[in-house]
């Protein structure tokens, strides 16, 4: 496992970090006590979880992942650990219901509310990087990076960074940071993969020139990257798969933004030279990822220790360029496959 520096902060991680958004709803605490366990023994310090997971967000079940996580990491030696978690921010009201009787907003309330129950659910008295889960280009950036400068400052927190951010948001949060001298985003969590590769257009360079390192989440395209969706008959436990049959027109508008023809074409490419190379496509999409100077570490998801075994493959491969270039030219045949 690579080790590299998050942004300039004192954040050194593996290359490769776990995410949590399912445990607690698809995947339960058991499973999950197994994959972070697997996780770790495979050389991952970097857990990722969110004061709003688990996905899809429902008020049964918020806050329940930061509680499993917690719970586990009372188990384990907490300064060996990366801990990352978010405050929810605004979501453009995809986070319903809302956390806090309506109050989404990255006030300084808000804010510090927000940390003293990440901490709790947590079980420890820091947060290594803590994000803001979703811009709120509304409200002022000043009142929002002074309140997460008083939570560094004050020892909660060690590191910054964003999430779902914007190449305009991302320029705006430094630009504030500088002005104030206050602590500044040394990282930013988007979606980023080869079906989805709009990170590139213009936010790539936001991060080399303002060394910001990107943590991507997604890799494997919400597990479209695996090949199960091309089947004329995909799991039925599949998130997707799920999202189309049960969920509301949010979920189901993602699936089809995730799942459509273009992510299939690019997704049969991908399954094939991951058999001419010798491992599952989820580990070529994984080390495609880590395979970029402006990434940190790539956050894998799992709703169990296979799904997760498949991802790990990824490490320490290193893809030659001529299979670099092989998926550039598969990508640039069908253009932005998430629309």
């Keep these: 496992m690579q080790r590299r520096r998050i942004g300039r902060s004192a954040l050194v991680v593996s290359d490769i ?51 499993i996580v917690g719970k586990w990491l009372a188990g384990q030696s907490r300064d060996k650990l990366v801990i990352a ?15 806090r009787d309506g109050h989404t907003a990255l006030d300084r309330v808000h804010i510090m509310r927000a940390i003293e129950g990440s901490l ?12 803001t889960h979703w811009p709120d280009h509304d409200f002022p950036y000043e009142e929002t990076l002074e309140a997460l400068d008083l939570l560094v400052r004050q020892g909660k ?103 459509n023809a273009k992510s299939l074409a690019v997704t049969e490419g991908i399954v ?13 999409s994984v080390a495609w990822s880590r395979q970029h100077d402006f990434v940190a570490s790539t956050i894998l998801g799992a709703n169990t220790v296979d799904q997760l075994e498949e991802s790990l493959q990824a490490i320490g491969v290193e893809l030659p360029a001529e299979v670099m270039q092989r998926i550039d030219q598969l990508t640039k045949e069908h253009l932005y496959p998430l629309g």
């Design 17 to 67: 970090s776990l995410g949590t958004m399912t445990f607690g709803s698809s995947c339960d605490e058991t499973e999950a006590f197994r994959i972070m366990d697997r996780a770790l023994n495979a050389g991952i310090d970097l857990f990722d979880t969110a004061e709003i997971y688990p996905v899809p967000p429902e008020a049964k079940w918020v806050h329940r992942t930061e509680e």
């Design 85 to 99: 978690t978010k405050v929810c921010g605004s979501a453009s009201g995809w986070f319903v219901p809302p956390v």
């Design 120 to 131: 709790r659910r947590l079980r420890t008295d820091y947060v290594d990087l803590y994000q």
């Design 157 to 259: 927190v060690r590191a910054i960074g964003s999430s779902n951010e914007t190449a305009w948001g991302a320029m705006k949060a430094q630009a504030v940071a500088e002005s104030l001298g206050t602590a500044r985003y040394e990282s930013i969590q988007n979606n980023f993969s080869i079906v989805n590769r709009r990170f590139e257009d213009s936010l790539a360079e936001v991060c080399r020139r303002e060394q910001i390192s990107l943590l991507p989440y997604s890799p494997i395209g919400g597990g479209v990257l695996t090949g199960k969706y091309n089947s004329d008959s995909p799991p039925a436990e599949a998130r997707f798969s799920l999202y189309r049959s049960h969920g509301g027109e949010r979920q189901k508008a993602m699936a089809d933004r995730f799942v």
């Design 272 to 284: 094939k030279l991951a058999q001419e190379l010798g491992i599952s496509a989820a580990a070529l």
